[in-house]
């Protein structure tokens, strides 16, 4: 006797056959997710002048909302627990970590290696990289902006490249954050610097915010390192003149140590304690950004002061 058919009248004990669930469902394999299917995708260079880190992370931000991933990237917790995973929490996250790593420079990678498994850990961190200190800060995108001049007849790459530079700056400065006189006061400054002074204040250009006193401190200290080498020069050439010519005996009361800081005989700008505090002097800290600046220094406009 043959068996009844399930679902028959005469196998009621014996349940119907499951349906099988969709494959992306069951799947543990980030491969078949549907945010990982990407194309056209331009690579994101590395952090620096040439970044294209403005168009690439807006191709990318409509590609997290169209496929309902964008969640992770909010750094709201709370968002992230409530919101709907598109497959899993896990899968969401694997799948946005291997889409960004496959659109980038492997020159980003190091900005980020710690977070290969963080989605939004990794994203912020691109953010950081590309549009804060290694991009430059504001007073470096200021001088750029105010520094370019058009080369030949092609105005129209002129433009493209000041409105880049715009962007750049753009991303730098907020409502609560605004560009202020002492700004326009370090920009006139590095300005007007000659280019073999602007060694001296190359590693500020990338902060986010300069203070007009780490730009004179910076300046004085170059002056007096100049000053030291000049006297050092002539003290060598008047050695070498004494080996020749027998020395003349000084005049009772005279040096012939004379410091050119101070205007005083008896000691060398080696040696000079005004000097010493000029060059030990520590910087303003860029968190007092915006507090009045150190004596002899907080007229800044209409006439900024006259430094010696």
């Known amino acids: 006797m043959s068996n009844p058919p399930l679902g028959s009248s005469t196998g009621k004990n014996v349940p119907p056959p499951k349906p099988e669930l969709p494959f992306v469902a069951q799947s ?12 056209g ?21 409509i590609h997290f909302r169209l496929t309902g991933v964008m969640y992770l990237l909010e750094l709201d917790e709370k968002q992230v627990k409530l919101a709907a995973p598109r497959v899993s929490l896990e899968q969401d996250n694997l799948a946005v970590c291997s889409v ?21 850990g990794l994203w912020n961190l691109l953010k950081t990289a590309h549009q804060d200190t290694t991009s430059g800060g504001v007073m470096y995108w200021l001088r750029k902006m105010t520094l370019s001049r058009m080369t030949g007849n092609d105005i129209v790459t002129h433009l493209d490249e000041m409105a880049l530079i715009y962007e750049k700056l753009n991303l730098l400065v907020f409502a609560n954050s605004p560009l202020t006189m002492e700004d326009i006061y370090v920009l006139a400054m590095l300005t007007l610097l000659p280019p073999d002074w602007l060694f001296c204040v190359l590693s500020m250009m990338n902060n986010a915010r300069i203070s007009p006193n780490c730009i004179i401190n910076s300046s004085k200290q170059e002056d007096l390192r100049r000053k030291a080498c000049t006297e050092d020069l002539a003290n060598t050439k008047s050695v070498s003149k004494t080996q020749t010519h027998p020395p003349d005996k000084p005049r009772p009361g005279s040096s012939r140590y004379f410091c050119t800081v101070c205007k005083k005989h008896g000691h060398s700008l080696k040696r000079c304690t005004e000097a010493a505090s000029i060059l030990f002097r520590p910087e303003t800290p860029q968190k007092q950004h915006g507090q009045k600046l150190a004596r002899g220094h907080h007229h800044l406009l209409p006439f900024p002061p006259h430094h010696r």
Not at 41 to 61: A, C, F, M, R, T
Not at 101 to 118: D, R
């Open 28 to 39: 543990t394999n980030v491969s078949v997710h549907p945010e990982a299917k990407t194309t």
């Open 41 to 61: 995708i331009k690579q994101l260079k590395p952090p620096g002048p040439d970044s294209n880190y403005l168009n690439w992370s807006w191709v990318l931000d």
């Open 100 to 120: 960004i790593a496959k659109s980038i420079h492997p020159a980003n990678i190091h900005y980020f290696c710690q977070f290969n498994t963080n989605a939004c």
